[in-house]
């Protein structure tokens, strides 16, 4: 096969392009949309996550700001959820974090709102107050025995 | 007594051909590592795989990316969860349509007219020439073309997973409606790198294998006439779809991706 710069080129373009649209797949669509290190990590405490996961967003204000790095369970047995957030957010001590749901039938997501005091969350912070996933199951259970103590 | 003695001779051969394929494909992972590195031919080969694929595996993604965008948006609208057409057609390309359907197109455009050449190769005994001249075929034909199938895949699949999720953003946000950030988020919280990028990169190396070794095989095990070029150009086309889709069974069922 003879040498020519022409098909050399256009080769190289192709697998700059394949090359470019693997780096795309793997970093854009598949990787985290908020980048690995030097966001501000912070911790929040649940009795009940619901469907919550990692990769969740973090919204304030419905702004996501960041995502949920890793749920696991403490020495108390509650939900422990480690998050990163936006590394430029100021966010006072008494901020609170809720886990909501998007729509009826939409992803979970944490619900940060903040607080009002002078002193900042700093990064390994914990939030002081939170409020667990809703659900319905057990809302729907307290609602029936709470009308069948009230029938006795 | 002569249907079944057919038949036991077509599971005969069935058999034989396995045996041989594998013999085939362990001289082509020998040839591979072997010096000289034939890397012109390389070169050539993929630029006849890749290259030439190029606009058929573009089209395709597109118009396949924008169908799933209208399906999918008809259907989630009934139960009033739009919002997710991002995950919903980016997972399915990702994790299924991407890599199957560029394997399949790849296949009637390239490994066809991969198993056409060296066919018509033996049947003008091109091949005999070059070992009369004690050049390996199998080292200077056959590796180039299986390994530039090989390389060739995986670009050729996220290229057409990268057109499709253009397609499908297109139909589902300009023409539809669905919010642009809620598509894009959606699809990128649904799709994971380690399970779902990883697992469309492993299926389409795994393809690319396959077809290339099916269609250098067809191709060099045929018989030295033309009915036996029409022969090694069609047995490509559909050994390598069906193999195409029973390993995409297997590696599903294997490792979930």
């Known amino acids: 096969?003879?040498?020519?710069?022409?098909?050399?080129?256009?080769?190289?373009?192709?697998?700059?392009?394949?090359?470019?649209?693997?780096?795309?797949?793997?970093?854009?669509?598949g990787g985290v949309s908020y980048t690995g290190d030097g966001g501000l990590v912070l911790y929040a405490t649940f009795d009940e996550i619901g469907g919550l996961k990692a990769r969740a967003p973090v919204a304030i204000a419905g702004v996501t700001v960041g995502q949920v790095r890793s749920v696991e369970l403490d020495e108390l047995l509650r939900a422990r959820v480690e998050m990163e957030v936006d590394a430029a957010l100021e966010l006072p001590i008494d901020s609170s974090a809720g886990i909501r749901t998007q729509g009826l039938l939409g992803d979970q997501f944490i619900a940060v709102d903040p607080g009002g005091e002078i002193d900042m969350l700093a990064s390994g912070d914990e939030f002081e107050y939170t409020e667990s996933a809703l659900s319905i199951e057990r809302l729907i259970g307290r609602f029936v025995q709470d009308s069948g103590v009230d029938s006795e | 007594m002569n249907t079944?003695?057919?038949?036991?001779f077509r599971a005969y051969s069935f058999i034989v051909h396995l045996g041989r394929m594998a013999v085939f494909l362990g001289a082509i992972a020998l040839n591979t590592v072997r010096p000289p590195w034939r890397l012109r031919r390389f070169a050539g080969e993929l630029f006849d795989v890749g290259v030439l694929s190029l606009a058929i595996v573009c089209l395709s993604g597109a118009t396949v990316g924008a169908v799933l965008g209208l399906q999918g948006y008809t259907t989630l609208t009934r139960f009033g969860a739009e919002n997710s057409l991002g995950a919903v057609v980016g997972?399915?390309?990702?994790?299924?349509?991407?890599?199957?359907?560029?394997?399949?197109?790849?296949?009637?455009?390239?490994?066809?007219?991969?198993?056409?050449?060296?066919?018509?190769?033996?049947?003008?005994?091109?091949?005999?020439?070059?070992?009369?001249?004690?050049?390996?075929?199998?080292?200077?034909?056959?590796?180039?073309?299986?390994?530039?199938?090989?390389?060739?895949?995986?670009?050729?699949?996220?290229?057409?997973?990268?057109?499709a999720l253009f397609g499908g953003y297109l139909v589902g946000v300009q023409l539809l409606g669905v919010d642009g950030g809620t598509y894009v988020t959606s699809m990128e919280n649904a799709i994971t790198l380690e399970d779902d990028v990883a697992g469309t990169l492993l299926k389409s190396v795994?393809?690319?294998?396959?077809?290339?070794?099916i269609a250098t095989y067809r191709g060099y095990t045929s018989e030295a006439s033309s009915s036996g070029v029409s022969a090694a150009t069609t047995g490509t086309v559909v050994t390598g779809s069906v193999a195409i889709l029973l390993f995409d069974y297997v590696i599903t069922a294997l490792w979930g991706v």
Do not use: C
């Open chain 2, 91 to 163: 997972l399915s390309l990702v994790r299924e349509l991407g890599p199957v359907l560029t394997a399949l197109l790849v296949t009637g455009r390239a490994g066809s007219a991969m198993a056409a050449e060296i066919a018509s190769m033996v049947t003008t005994e091109q091949l005999d020439g070059l070992r009369m001249m004690s050049i390996d075929p199998i080292h200077f034909v056959v590796t180039p073309k299986a390994l530039a199938m090989l390389v060739a895949m995986p670009m050729l699949n996220a290229l057409f997973i990268g057109f």
């Open chain 2, 4 to 8: 079944l003695r057919k038949l036991g």
């Open chain 2, 206 to 213: 795994i393809f690319g294998a396959l077809v290339g070794l």
């Open chain 1, 1 to 29: 096969m003879q040498p020519s710069p022409v098909r050399d080129l256009v080769l190289g373009l192709f697998v700059a392009a394949g090359l470019g649209a693997i780096a795309y797949l793997s970093i854009q669509v």
